[in-house]
């Protein structure tokens, strides 16, 4: 069985400054690893994903994401953060079964502060 | 841009009636997906439904809940006697299905409330 672990609960943190929010995930199986931002009253929205490839994933605003096989690691991190970045942030595993669903984590909220 | 749409957005019931959350999903998406989110707790996937039948359940996902597709366009989730452990957001999601890996698009969910 698959499983996702979000370490942090929540991430403090003031605007420009880097951030890194951590992901774990354990398979027997190859996987797709995912994030998914929520922001305030929205629903999920994709971020980046990992299929095959290279390890190190980028989004259009500025998160990227590294896949370490051997730490089954995908933490996703961003140089300098902005205030509209505050939001919850789901990492998700899929094994890309018959049914392509997602395993999420716990989720980390993101509060950039001014 | 295409999106999933949810309705309600919100609602509230009393303990032991029944509800039901309606999801538009993407028009040219062949899978389906149901997910709940308790407030504070993790996204949990409760049912995926594929060429009219559920493919996959969790344990969550037990006799009081169904699943419906009663025509070509709306998928329902419907819970037959509420329970308070039942208040949370559920998600609705859509894919094509046509890539191994493929996205999950996700409507912006319906809150359910049970006095």
């Known amino acids: 069985a698959q499983s996702v672990t979000q370490l942090d609960s929540q991430v403090p943190v003031f605007e420009e400054a880097p951030v890194e929010l951590r992901c774990n995930y354990s398979?027997?199986?190859?996987?797709?690893l995912f994030w998914y931002v929520q922001y305030p009253n929205q629903g999920l929205q994709l971020l980046l994903k990992?299929?095959?490839?290279?390890?190190l994933v980028e989004s259009i605003n500025g998160f990227e994401a590294e896949f370490n096989k051997s730490q089954t690691s995908f933490h996703l991190r961003k140089p300098s953060v902005h205030i509209s970045d505050t939001a919850e942030y789901f990492c998700?595993?899929?094994?890309?079964?018959?049914?392509?669903?997602?395993?999420f984590g716990q989720g980390t909220t993101l509060q950039v502060k001014p | 841009e295409p999106e999933v749409t949810q309705t309600p957005s919100h609602q509230v019931t009393q303990m032991g009636q029944e509800v039901i959350l309606r999801c538009v999903p993407i028009?040219?998406?062949?899978?389906f997906y149901w997910y709940r989110q308790i407030l504070g707790q993790k996204v949990e996937f409760l049912v995926s439904?594929?060429?009219?039948?559920?493919?996959?359940k969790s344990e969550i996902f037990d006799d009081q809940f169904s699943v419906e597709r009663p025509d070509g366009s709306n998928f329902t989730l419907k819970i037959r006697s509420t329970k308070l452990e039942d208040s949370a957001m559920y998600f609705c999601?859509?894919?094509?299905?046509?890539?191994?890996?493929?996205?999950?698009?996700f409507g912006e969910g319906s809150r359910l409330t049970v006095l």
């Open positions: 999601a859509s894919t094509s299905g046509l890539v191994r890996g493929g996205e999950l698009f």
């Open positions: 398979s027997s199986v190859s996987v797709y």
């Open positions: 990992y299929l095959s490839g290279s390890t």
């Open positions: 998700a595993v899929s094994d890309g079964g018959n049914t392509g669903k997602l395993i």
């Open positions: 028009s040219n998406h062949l899978y």
């Open positions: 439904f594929y060429n009219n039948e559920i493919s996959e």
